[in-house]
Structures are given as structure tokens and as C-alpha cells.
């Protein structure tokens, strides 16, 4: 459908202003093959064609502005906005002759506004048309059902009203809220015959709030599919989580499968993928996880969680970015994939070390550590895999502690599979061997006997930028005596004194913050460097 040419045309002027706007677009489209699609495409310009000709509509009072599966038919005068719904009507009653071919046989469905459109300069053609009439005409469409016109009511104020009621059959007008929240008042309009009836529109009117539940259903079953295919087991399950809140239970079980390492995966059209958590759970376990699960939607500058607040919650980052902000380091980007604030789900009552900031809109998912607390309960063998991977993760924080390992994490390059250590708890009453073992204590607390047979408690801060050492060792000497008493259960990574010493010898840096640490020791209990016998004679006692 060629272009008009109006810039030396006097009496046909540059569109601007109010016009009426006929959108038409094919139904299930993009469910044809390609040579379908073109064969469609022609068909649908070829009656668009002999509908404006067979209202006496010339080249030179519309412009087209196709649109993938359709287009948009603007009317440049008075008289032919008038008649822009008698294209409609010819357009579908051109379609529904009987179909010779495969070409012949698909639907449209179509909408009529009057709004504001500006004609402008275009990339490739001469011009185009732009402006809020068209993307308003395009919201309309979007809610239009297949064989049916939709006609916004400025169109019928502005252009139907005076005409003969005979001539169409126009239903009650009622309100749609659309893209970003424009709302428009629209009517359904037919001929006899043509379009969608008035009482099939009355039928199909809310069908939208059906259609609405399975197109989302559909669309997260397809977002599950998309991040498994994608590596991202995280997102799999934000998407699940959504999904169980339509009814899609079944396909979260075949998630929670294709997650799992504890049953064979089901024939799925998607890979399985693996997480070090949830992976390591039985299918119903990690169901009952993602049931519990909170999904949190931030905004920019908003505080996930807050420094020095009680470690009540977990987090998974799922979209958007965020910083984690830890007093006296530079800001670390919030790593997607990784779950944060999980260690209380094995140490009670710690205290968050870190502010965790969202730097733009996102979300993550939030699960309480009492529900899956409760959770592991139920499942003692889950129970002592996730622990065992909390305990590694508690370690991990130890050694990269920069008040009692400084530069290790940089000199080890992060791996520490190389250094001994365990992290135990002690219940109250327990002894602690403080002849051949350092405990870094993360909660709880213990009594030693110091050197010179002085009492001393020592406390763990609950936060791992305040942790506390029961069996100090360095060069100055080994301040805390021979045993500790645990008087509260107690969260401890315990160390071997000669990892402990050949970490001193091998890094001065280290060295220096262990001999900090008795003298800090010494300044608690009392005692002077000078009063304490040496580590080689400390430790032949």
C-alpha cells in the first residue's frame, strides 16, 4: 500500500491534531508457519484494500502504519473518520466469505479511536504517525476478542452518535484499565452478521480475568523452563513460588525433582540443574521450602536487612542489584545465586554484621529461620547435610576474618581446604582443650583459668566482626591456661595450635594480630607482658 505523497499537494495537509484510528490484527498469529504468516499478511492488506476503496476512502485522506501482524489506518478528514467504522465492518464481512485456502481462513479483531496523532518524519518512510491516538487505539486492540470491533467512546461521541441506530448494534460501554495503567471506556459494535454479537461480547466480556490466571500460570511455567535452561536454579524457584499461588503444584513437584539429588529426574523440557543447598534436599522437603518462602519486592535505596539487627530471616536475591555494606570495607555487590543471613538457621541469636542495600527495583525471596527451622526438624538427615554446609561457610568467615587472619583470604586466593578447622557445639559443662586448641567463639560463652590461676569469662559477640578467642597462642605465650569450662552452649570454630603457629611463622601480618590478642588478654586479666612465661615453656607445662 504505497505512501501518498502530500508535501506538494495544497489541498492535503500534514496530519496533526484529532483523528479517528482503526487498529486490525490477526488472532494467533504467531502460532502460523512462516509462509502461513506471509500468505496471511497479504491476504489481510488485499481486503483492507478493497474495503477502503468500496467506502470511496482515496489514497490521499488515510495513511497505514503496519505493525507486525496488522496495522493502524489513520483518517485524515472529517468525512472519512465518519466512515472509518464502515471499513471496519467491510474488512470482517470481506472475511467471512468462505475460505478457498489456507490464507482465507484466520480471524481479526479490530479497534476504533478518535485521539491525538501527529504525522512526522519517519526512518525509512517519507512519514509516519505517532502520538497517544495511536497507542491508546493499540490498548484498545490489546483487549479486543477475536471477530470483534471495540470502539472507544470518544470515537462514538465524536463520529457515531448522530448516525441511524439502525445501522449498527452498539452494546453498553464499560471500563478497561490497560498498559501502564491507562484506562479507556469501550463498546462493542456490530452489524447484522458481522463482528462479534452483542450478547457473545456480554459472554466474553471477563473471560479476560480467566484467560489472565492461565496466560500468567503459563507464563511462569514457561519462566521455570527458561531459568533451568539458563543455569539459574534461584530464579527457577521465584518463578515456582509465584506459580504456587495459581495452582501449579504439579509443575513445581517436577522442579523440585529436577533440582534434587535424591530421586531420579522425570523426562522434563528442561536440564536438570544443581544448587549446594536445595539440591541437597528430597523433592517434598524442598517443596515445603518454596511454600514457605516470602517474595520481597525493593525499591532503590531500600535496606533488605540492617546491621546489628538479629538474624531472623534469609535471603536469595532473584532481580536487581544491591550492596552489601560492612563497616570500615567498600561496598560488595550482592551476588545473585547466593543465599544471606542462612548461618542462623544452625547458630541462634546472631547479629547481622552487614546493611544490605538495593541499588535499583528488584526482589528477593525471605524465608524465617523458624519455618525452616522447622522444617529441618522433620528431616534429620536433611538437617545434617545443611549444617554441614553451614558449618563450612562458618569456617570460610573465620579464616577471612580480617582482625584475626588478615590477608589470608588474598594469600590462600579464598581456598582454604589446605587449613585445618572445625566447627563444633558445646553444650554447658563441656571442657575445652586449650593446650592444643584456639576456639574462635561465634556465640556463647566459656570460663578459663588463666596462666597465673586468675578466672576469666570470655564471650562470643554474635556477629562475626566481634569474634572472641578462648587459647590464644603466639610468641608471647598462651594467656588463657590449659582448660575452659563452657557455661552457656556455645558456637565455636576450633583450631590446632601448630596451624595456628605455622600461620604466624609463615605471615607476619598474622603474627601481629595473634600477639594483639594476648596482649589485649593480658590487658582484660590484668598482667603485664613481662609476667607471662614464654610459649616454649607455656606449652612443656
Known amino acids: 500500500m504505497s505512501k501518498p505523497a502530500i508535501e506538494n499537494d495544497p489541498n492535503i495537509s500534514t496530519v496533526k491534531g484529532q483523528h479517528a484510528i482503526l487498529g486490525v490484527d490477526i488472532v494467533s498469529f504467531s502460532t502460523l508457519q512462516d509462509e502461513e504468516q506471509l500468505a496471511v499478511i497479504k491476504k489481510l492488506m488485499l481486503l483492507i ?7 470511496g476512502i482515496s489514497d490521499d485522506v488515510y495513511r497505514w502504519s503496519p505493525a507486525g501482524d496488522g496495522g493502524y489506518l489513520t483518517f485524515v478528514t472529517d468525512d472519512s473518520c465518519r466512515s472509518a467504522v464502515d471499513v471496519a465492518f467491510s474488512i470482517f464481512e470481506k472475511l467471512s466469505f468462505p475460505a478457498r485456502n489456507v490464507s482465507d481462513r484466520f480471524s481479526i479483531r479490530a479497534a476504533l479511536h478518535a485521539g491525538i496523532v501527529t504525522e512526522d518524519d519517519d526512518m525509512v518512510r517519507d512519514t509516519n504517525i505517532w502520538g497517544i491516538g495511536i497507542n491508546t487505539t493499540a490498548r484498545i486492540l490489546s483487549i479486543s476478542k477475536p471477530s470483534q470491533l471495540l470502539v472507544s467512546t470518544q470515537y462514538f461521541d465524536a463520529y457515531m452518535k448522530d448516525q441511524s441506530e439502525g445501522e449498527f448494534s452498539i452494546g453498553k460501554s464499560y471500563w478497561r484499565t490497560v498498559k501502564h495503567g491507562v484506562r479507556v471506556e469501550v463498546m462493542n459494535v456490530s452489524r447484522t452478521g458481522v463482528c462479534l454479537g452483542e450478547d457473545e461480547a456480554i459472554d466474553k466480556q471477563w473471560s479476560h480475568i480467566g484467560n489472565l490466571w492461565h496466560k500468567t500460570a503459563e507464563e511462569y511455567e514457561f519462566l521455570i523452563g527458561d531459568a533451568m535452561r539458563s543455569a539459574e536454579p534461584i530464579a527457577a524457584i521465584a518463578a515456582a513460588k509465584f506459580l504456587l499461588a495459581l495452582g501449579g503444584q504439579d509443575r513445581v513437584r517436577e522442579l523440585c525433582k529436577m533440582l534434587s539429588r535424591h530421586e531420579p529426574n ?31 519486592f525493593v525499591g532503590p ?9 538479629p538474624a531472623e530471616t534469609c535471603f536469595l536475591p532473584v532481580a536487581g542489584s544491591a550492596t552489601i555494606e560492612v563497616a570500615g570495607r567498600e561496598p560488595t555487590s550482592f551476588e545473585k545465586g547466593t543465599m544471606y543471613g542462612e548461618l542462623s538457621l544452625w547458630v541462634p541469636n546472631l547479629i547481622r554484621t552487614a546493611t544490605i542495600r538495593a541499588t535499583d527495583t528488584g526482589f528477593v525471596l525471605e524465608l524465617e529461620h523458624q519455618d525452616f527451622c522447622r522444617i529441618l526438624q522433620e528431616h534429620s538427615g536433611v538437617a545434617d547435610v545443611v549444617n554441614g554446609l553451614i558449618k563450612m561457610k ?57 596462666f597465673n590461676d586468675k578466672v576469666h569469662e570470655i ?10 578467642v578462648a587459647g590464644i597462642v603466639c610468641a608471647i605465650g598462651m594467656p588463657d591456661g590449659s582448660t575452659a569450662e563452657v557455661l552457656e552452649e556455645t558456637v565455636a570454630v576450633k583450631i590446632r ?5 605455622e600461620l604466624q611463622k609463615k605471615y607476619p601480618i598474622i603474627e601481629k594480630a595473634w600477639n594483639a590478642l594476648c596482649g589485649q588478654r593480658l590487658s582484660e586479666i590484668g598482667f603485664s607482658l613481662g609476667s607471662m612465661p614464654p610459649l616454649a615453656a607455656r606449652a612443656s607445662q
Open 49 to 55: 484494500r478493497e474495503a477502503l476503496a468500496y467506502n
Open 266 to 296: 522425570p523426562e522434563c523440557d528442561y536440564p536438570h540443574q544443581s544448587h549446594e543447598l536445595f539440591s541437597s534436599m528430597p523433592a517434598d522437603v524442598l517443596f515445603g521450602v518454596i511454600e514457605r518462602m516470602h517474595p520481597r
Open 301 to 309: 535505596g531500600e535496606i533488605i536487612c540492617h546491621d546489628g539487627l
Open 394 to 450: 562458618i569456617i570460610d568467615y573465620v579464616w577471612r576474618t580480617p582482625e584475626i587472619f588478615p590477608g589470608l583470604a588474598t594469600e590462600q586466593d579464598g581456598d582454604f581446604s589446605n587449613l585445618s578447622a572445625q566447627c563444633e557445639k558445646f553444650k554447658a559443662g563441656e571442657a575445652l582443650d586449650l593446650l592444643s586448641f584456639a576456639y574462635v567463639l561465634l556465640t556463647g560463652r566459656v570460663q578459663v583459668r588463666t
Open 459 to 468: 564471650i562470643g559477640g554474635r556477629r562475626f566482626d566481634r569474634l572472641a
Open 497 to 501: 595450635h601448630d596451624v595456628l603457629i
